[in-house]
């Protein structure tokens, strides 16, 4: 089975520009999870779905940032404008909430965002 | 509120060498769970094993092996004859609602041959 898959990998951008983060989670799964991690702050929950309807946002750093999960499949973390302070890897997880491996959230590869 | 304590900041052993990681957790919940996650050099995080605050019982995987003891609220992680392929920064979680992950700050193992 295909893990969490996440694009770009890498992204590099100018300051004041909008950068869209795109997440597939893993097929079966009914939540999913966007974290941001910097030396600085550690690993950070930024919002989490559960069956596609946010149920936590409250790590959302401010009104710059904002997610969208319109199918079971597909997620997407938008930032504009972006800042120099935005850069950091952002990771997006995905688990199950019922069943014997209910609340292992297995994480993508991560998208590195520099915005310059 | 939660919270994650992993005291070491930083590892070194030699290969061969037992290591134990140490997490300590607060929370007010008595239904919780408890996780703990590698991220090696590469960058990805990886899911070790979670346990539920209701199963006490110490897990052994191969050369990884887990203690959670509820009276002193802590969940650590030994890893018996180390590798350098173990160098990496492991992560103890606590999800009071299963979902939501709050992560502590992370121990840098570094094993050298």
């Known amino acids: 089975d295909a893990g969490v898959i996440q694009s770009p990998r890498h992204e590099v951008t100018e300051m004041g520009q909008e950068v869209t983060l795109r997440c597939k989670p893993i097929s079966g799964h009914n939540s999913l999870f966007w974290y941001r991690q910097t030396m600085m702050r550690g690993l950070e929950l930024l919002i989490y779905f559960n069956n596609n309807v946010p149920i936590d946002d409250s790590g959302m750093p401010e009104d710059r940032f904002s997610a969208k999960m319109p199918n079971a499949s597909f997620s997407t973390l938008k930032i504009q404008p972006s800042e120099p302070r935005d850069s950091a890897v952002y990771f997006c997880a995905s688990s199950a909430l019922y069943g014997l491996h209910a609340y292992e959230q297995y994480f993508g590869p991560g998208t590195r965002l520099t915005v310059t | 509120a939660q919270k994650v304590t992993q005291a070491q900041t930083e590892i070194s052993v030699v290969e061969k060498e037992d290591v134990t990681l140490d997490c300590v957790y607060e929370?007010?919940?008595?239904?919780?769970?408890l996780f703990w996650y590698k991220q090696p050099p590469s960058g990805e995080l990886v899911f070790l094993i979670r346990r539920n605050s209701f199963d006490e019982q110490n897990e052994i995987s191969g050369r990884y092996s887990w203690n959670f003891q509820k009276s002193t609220s802590s969940f650590n992680f030994t890893i018996t004859a180390s590798q350098v392929v173990d160098s990496a920064v492991y992560f103890c979680?606590?999800?009071?609602?299963?979902?939501?992950?709050?992560f502590g700050a992370g121990t840098i193992l570094r094993v050298k041959s």
């Open positions: 979680a606590l999800a009071e609602y299963g979902n939501k992950l709050v």
């Open positions: 929370t007010r919940d008595t239904t919780y769970y």
